[in-house]
């Protein structure tokens, strides 16, 4: 595996750099990505998928010298995706503990690109996850960068974003953050088409995810889960999901359930995705048509009980309650500022407006890169700092806007993932 | 006189009182809530002393003083349910209100974080503190600093460390709840169904009255049966109390010194009124009740 370097850093660091010692290491400096991340990233949970922490942080550098971009997915296998260390609630210091099995892997394919287009093809994020003002955490944030890899292939530069509400109990939302990316990535994978069908493949992804939920009830349950010692069969558990599946070109956003994204655009705010509410009026033609019913039970219910139409489980609801997305397909523009993928905690109390005008101020609020901190400064230092702020820019804003959904008494749990979208200049 | 040796004053004088132990503790608990009155208006004026780097060891000396005036009156509390726990379960020197909200004789530790996130939301709100917040980014840390600082300001590893607290408070909070359920559930136990079983009969038998040696026996034998469940509930109080106060610390430990002053002038000023506007109802109730 020589084309594959791990960092591990410390600390109080901020960075995690190879050093050159040879020429040879010099001129792989170029094609390594020597990435630096920012401790305040705040990600809190257990939950998320993504876990930074001040105290440990695993940085997996992939090399885009590697011979074989399956050196980097091996990578995302290994440390990434498998990473089971914060289970909820199972440690004391889970919170500030946080992992970071972030792995920002180039392809091959790339490799000789300027690093202008390296840092255009990794994502800059921010994500806050906290329980708020509830007694249980039911929100799970999953976040892969370069999620699917294969050897020259476009979808290298493809980035997995997404939020799970979870409802009943926490584990069909903990079940989404491990296995959706991976059920997106094989479908992406097994999808043979010179386009990605976007719509089919989302919706082949949601099916297999929430038949995976089904099968795994009563079986391999997550051990903390609360609802272990109540029913032996969770069929009244559900969670909503609003993934979004950024590519260089693309936003593609699919969402079940009452999650949100939206699409900040030169300072307007453009939804990317509607949420699935039981008195939506196409919804409630849908429900009533599959024989079901609404009723108002503090607020519309399908058959009086979830407060949603759409979500990955709820066997007990189906067919009134389908797993099934509604799928956006979003040109990107060179206007777009930032996307933001957030649970109803955020957006029960913050318009889309808001928060748009919030995020974008955060970005626009960014520091200018600093002096460079090598005497050697070269103009790949400078854009590790710019990348490092534009990092910090977008955790600033998510955890703004969380604070701002506590501030307006949101009674939930509250995740909000910020992205840039903003290409280089 | 200072604070800390004012609560010890409260104690001393308390406990020299011979009166019974639920009085001595009210007179202990009022002398207890005049000093806390008085560090919240010391916590208010050095929140709104304008921030300097020598005041921060002013502060932090002022925190560590309210936070040994909890400490003291956690100890006394401990003090006296050893002598009597029922009382210290259920409080005469609380007002009905409180009353209805204590959780195990006191406040519920998650209460904390509802504080913290409600004090913070109000700071944030406040006019005009949104913007100068995302103007702070970009300025940098030297000038930064001189932004007062109070609860809007919780850093991002801040919530992090607030939130991962929370989760294991309300873990111990439900596993405390847990404990107390089995406790309250031992007074069905058979040792006590028996006894009145008997003690029943014994008045069915004996056609009401009965003779001054049985009464004693009696009450030996009831004494004997409920005080290792009372013992039980002092246990549980007991670990009520030590997650109330380590929780209180534990929210000051991770805030900076003026945040941790913004807490504890929310958490005096919460409790004060709520104490106040109780009492006020129970007087302006009882007033009715002689009236009719």
């Given at each position: 595996m020589a084309g594959i370097c791990c960092g591990v850093v410390g600390e109080g660091e901020t960075s995690a750099t190879i050093e050159p010692s040879s020429r040879a290491l010099k001129r792989r400096k170029m094609e390594l990505l020597t990435y630096k991340f920012i401790a305040?990233?705040?990600?809190?949970?257990?939950?998320?998928?993504?876990e930074f922490s001040r105290k440990r942080r695993k940085l997996e550098l992939c090399?885009?010298?590697?011979?074989?971009?399956r050196g980097c997915d091996n990578g995302v296998e290994s440390s990434g995706a498998r990473?089971?260390?914060?289970?909820?609630?199972?440690?004391?210091?889970e919170a500030s503990r946080l992992?970071?099995?972030?792995n920002l892997c180039e392809n091959s394919a790339l490799e000789h690109v300027e690093n202008e287009s390296l840092h255009l093809v990794n994502p800059k994020f921010g994500v806050t996850s906290v329980c708020g003002r509830r007694r249980d955490m039911e929100d799970a944030v999953s976040i892969h960068p370069c999620f699917s890899q294969q050897?020259?292939?476009?979808?290298?530069?493809f980035h997995f974003f997404g939020v799970f509400d979870g409802h009943g109990c926490s584990h069909v939302a903990m079940k989404c953050k491990d296995r959706l990316h991976e059920i997106v990535k094989d479908e992406l994978e097994s999808?043979?088409?010179?386009?990605?069908?976007w719509k089919e493949t989302m919706e082949r992804s949601f099916t297999r995810m929430d038949e995976e939920v089904q099968e795994s009830n009563g079986s391999d349950?997550?051990?903390?889960?609360?609802?272990e010692l109540r029913?032996?069969?969770?069929?009244?558990v559900g969670a909503t999901a609003v993934v979004a599946v950024v590519t260089p070109e693309k936003i593609v956003v699919s969402n079940c359930g009452d999650s949100r994204a939206v699409l900040c655009r030169n300072g307007v705010a453009i939804p990317l995705s509607s949420d699935h509410k039981p008195d939506r009026p196409d919804e409630l033609v849908r429900i009533e048509a599959a024989g079901g019913r609404v009723i108002?039970?503090?607020?519309?219910?399908?058959?009086?009980?979830?407060?949603?139409s759409r979500a990955i489980?709820?066997?007990?609801l189906k067919p009134y309650v389908i797993p099934e997305p509604e799928v956006t397909v979003t040109d990107r523009t060179d206007d777009d500022e930032c996307l933001i993928l957030a649970s109803d905690g955020l957006w029960d109390v913050v318009s889309n407006d808001t928060a748009c005008g919030v995020a974008r101020m955060c970005l626009r609020a960014q520091k200018r890169?600093?002096?460079?901190?090598?005497?050697?400064?070269s103009g790949e230092d400078k854009k590790d700092a710019a990348f490092e702020s534009s990092n910090k820019a977008c955790s600033d804003a998510s955890i703004l806007l969380t604070k701002l959904a506590l501030a307006r008494h949101s009674t939930d749990n509250v995740s909000v993932v910020v992205v840039d979208l903003r290409r280089e200049r | 006189m200072s604070l800390a040796s004012s609560s010890a004053t409260c104690l001393s004088s308390a406990i020299r009182n011979n009166s019974p132990e639920h009085e001595s503790f009210q007179k202990f608990f009022e002398c207890w809530l005049s000093g806390q009155n008085q560090h919240l208006q010391e916590l208010i004026s050095a929140a709104k002393s304008p921030a300097s780097a020598a005041d921060e060891a002013a502060l932090r000396s002022l925190i560590e003083r309210v936070v040994k005036h909890y400490e003291c009156y956690y100890r006394a509390k401990a003090t006296w349910s050893r002598r009597d726990v029922l009382a210290m379960l259920t409080?005469?020197?609380?007002s009905t209100l409180e009353d209805a909200f204590l959780w195990i004789g006191g406040w519920?530790?998650?209460?904390a974080f509802h504080l913290l996130y409600s004090k913070s939301g109000l700071q944030l709100e406040a006019p005009g503190r949104l913007s100068e917040l995302i103007n702070a980014m970009t300025t940098t840390t030297a000038t930064a600093t001189a932004i007062r600082e109070d609860?809007?300001?919780?850093s991002p590893e801040q919530l992090s460390r607030v939130d991962g607290l929370q989760r294991r408070t309300i873990k111990e909070e439900k596993e405390i709840s847990e404990e107390m359920a089995k406790r309250q559930e031992t007074l069905a136990a058979p040792d006590i169904v028996e006894l009145s079983h008997v003690v029943s009969e014994q008045m069915t038998a004996g056609g009401g009255g009965s003779r001054d040696g049985d009464e004693e026996e009696e009450e030996e034998r009831v004494e004997t049966a409920l005080k290792p469940k009372e013992k039980g509930l002092e246990e549980v109080l007991e670990r009520a109390d030590e997650l109330r106060l380590r929780t209180l610390k534990d929210v000051i430990h991770l805030l900076t010194p003026i945040q941790a002053v913004h807490f504890l002038i929310a958490a005096a000023e919460l409790h004060l009124r709520i104490h106040e506007w109780g009492k006020k109802r129970d007087a302006k109730t009882h007033q009715q009740r002689h009236l009719d």
């Open positions: 305040d990233v705040a990600a809190v949970p257990a939950t998320a998928a993504v090399a885009s010298g590697c011979s074989s971009s990473n089971k260390d914060g289970s909820e609630g199972s440690q004391a210091n992992n970071l099995p972030l050897e020259g292939s476009v979808q290298n530069g999808d043979r088409a010179v386009e990605v069908q349950r997550i051990s903390n889960c609360r609802c029913t032996p069969q969770c069929d009244a108002y039970w503090d607020g519309p219910r399908v058959l009086g009980m979830l407060a949603m489980g709820d066997n007990y890169p600093s002096a460079p901190r090598s005497p050697g400064n | 409080p005469s020197w609380r519920r530790p998650s209460m609860l809007a300001d919780i």
